[in-house]
Each structure stands twice: as structure tokens, then as C-alpha cells.
T-cell receptor, first 113, second 118 residues
Framework: AQSVAQPEDQVNVAEGNPLTVKCTYS??????LFWYVQYPNRGLQFLLKYITGDNLVKGSYGFEAEFNKSQTSFHLKKPSALVSDSALYFC???????????FGRGTSLIVHP | GAVVSQHPSRVICKSGTSVKIECRSL??????MFWYRQFPKQSLMLMATSNEGSKATYEQGVEKDKFLINHASLTLSTLTVTSAHPEDSSFYIC??????????????FGPGTRLTVL
């Protein structure tokens, strides 16, 4: 069975500082991993994904994530946060052979001016 | 990325009426569509998945007779909330994905529908 955990309900960071939003997963076999962002009263937008290949994945809006198999993690990162990055971020995992991903509970990112 | 539209964006209805929400993939053929419900400051709750031309698969606890899902074509799925009650008030979000070559691709989400039942 597949599962994903986002251990932080909220992350606060000052504008210009690096940010990290954590995600850990559990699957049988190789994972497909995704990050999505949701702005207030909107649907989710795809940010990036890891399927195979390079462990460091670059995505939209300057975000990147690193797949770490030994730690079963896929943390989302950005070198310099913007106030406009404030939103709800969801990590999702899918194990091979499945087509229904499991979403984390979401992490609210708040970037202070 | 691919675009998924959802209509209406907001609906207010009286208790006992039915509401239909449409989800369309505008520039790709959606092999699978998903319907989610989201409560304030909470994660997505998957209600059902649907594949074109077949019956939807509902998650445990979701009443299939209350939440009717139709996936008539590769670009359109509808969710009908029948005999809506105030407890059905929520934010409903659809998403679509294309499975090609046996590989799952990322989901593309609609903008959501805010349903308020008076």
C-alpha cells in the first residue's frame, strides 16, 4: 500500500530565505512522486514530478525537489522564497502499477515580507 | 501544462435540489478523471475515479446514489449532487490524467466548484 506524509501543517519563512517543505512516502516498489500547489479558492497546479532518472527534479516557479530513496523523502525546496509563494502545497505518491495517487494532507507555506 | 475547466465555479442552491458540475479536459484526452472534495484547511478527499465509458469507482463511504458521476467522453465528466443538503456544502475539485504507454502521468486539476446548500 502507498502512503505519504507531510509532517508540517505550516511552514513560515522570511522572503529571500530558502524554503523546504517536507514529504516522506511509503510504497511497494518504485515510487512516482509529485508536488502540487494550491492558491486560495483554486484547484491544484502541478509543480514537478519524479518518475525516474536524476534525483534532483526542477519544476515550475523556481521550485525543485530531491528524491532520496534511502530516506524515502521528496522534499520541496526553493533557494529564495517570495511572498507570492505563500500557498498550500501537496505531495502525492503513486506506486508502479497503480493509477490513483495518494495525497498528503498539505502544508501551508507562509512567506513573510 | 494541460488545461482542465470546471463549471460552475460557484453555486448556491436550496436544500433538496440537484446540482451538476462539469469537468472538461480542453487540450488532451483524459483517460481517467478524479473527483475530490475539500473541506476548509484540509486535504483532498478522493470521492471517485472514472474511466471513459465505464462506471465510476467510488471510495469507501461515498454514496454513489447521492454523487452521480458520468464520464461520457474522453474530455467530459460530470458530478451530480442529488437532493443536496447543507452538509454537502464544500469545495469540489476534479482532475484529469492521461495514461499513455502504461505510464501514469500527472493530474491536471480544474479550478474547483464552491457549492453552498442553504
Amino acid at each position: 500500500a502507498q502512503s505519504v506524509a507531510q509532517p508540517e501543517d505550516q511552514v513560515n519563512v522570511a522572503e529571500g530565505n530558502p524554503l523546504t517543505v517536507k514529504c516522506t512516502y511509503s510504497v511497494s516498489g518504485n515510487p512516482y512522486l509529485f508536488w502540487y500547489v494550491q492558491y486560495p479558492n483554486r484547484g491544484l497546479q502541478f509543480l514537478l514530478k519524479y518518475i525516474t532518472g536524476d534525483n534532483l527534479v526542477k519544476g515550475s516557479y523556481g521550485f525543485e525537489a530531491e528524491f532520496n530513496k534511502s530516506q524515502t523523502s521528496f522534499h520541496l525546496k526553493k533557494p529564495s522564497a517570495l511572498v507570492s509563494d505563500s500557498a498550500l502545497y501537496f505531495c502525492a505518491v503513486l506506486e508502479g502499477g497503480s493509477y490513483i495517487p495518494t495525497f498528503g494532507r498539505g502544508t501551508s507555506l507562509i512567506v513573510h515580507p | 501544462g494541460a488545461v482542465v475547466s470546471q463549471h460552475p465555479s460557484r453555486v448556491i442552491c436550496k436544500s433538496g435540489t440537484s446540482v451538476k458540475i462539469e469537468c472538461r479536459s480542453l487540450d488532451f484526452q483524459a483517460t481517467t478523471m478524479f473527483w475530490y472534495r475539500q473541506f476548509p484547511k484540509q486535504s483532498l478527499m478522493l470521492m471517485a475515479t472514472s474511466n471513459e465509458g465505464s462506471k465510476a469507482t467510488y471510495e469507501q463511504g461515498v454514496e454513489k446514489d447521492k454523487f452521480l458521476i458520468n464520464h461520457a467522453s474522453l474530455t467530459l465528466s460530470t458530478l451530480t449532487v442529488t437532493s443536496a443538503h447543507p452538509e454537502d456544502s464544500s469545495f469540489y475539485i476534479c482532475s484529469a490524467s492521461e495514461i499513455s504507454g502504461g505510464q501514469y502521468n500527472e493530474q491536471f486539476f480544474g479550478p474547483g466548484t464552491r457549492l453552498t446548500v442553504l
